[in-house]
């Protein structure tokens, strides 16, 4: 899997992080949708939760801020977050 690019957009971040679910929690790409909630619509747990951070942190370079992430629900949710990390990025 490749670091995330600070030039990716948003479709570009949704298809990394679909790939990124599928690679860890073996999810069917089709039940993924931008709309998906991570925890009812998936299964993801607190646990998983912690290791998506933490593979977000490896792949940006950049620390996701805890409180940041409880907010997250949805796919959408984390591709948000992950472009608003980028974009501050670009901006520095």
Not at 9 to 18: M, S, T
Not at 23 to 29: A, H, P, T, Y
Not at 56 to 76: E, H, S
Request: charged content about 25%.
């Amino acid at each position: 899997m490749t670091t995330l690019a600070p030039t990716m957009n948003k479709d570009e971040i949704y298809v990394w992080i679909v790939d990124m679910l599928h690679e860890m929690f073996e999810l069917d790409k089709a039940r993924i949708s931008p709309q998906s909630n991570l925890y009812t619509d998936l299964d993801i747990d607190s646990i998983d939760a912690v290791d998506i951070v933490v593979k977000l942190n490896q792949m940006t370079g950049k620390r996701i801020q805890p409180d940041v992430f409880r907010t997250v629900r949805t796919v959408q949710d984390v591709v948000d977050v992950i472009a608003t990390l980028l974009q501050a990025d670009e901006k520095a």
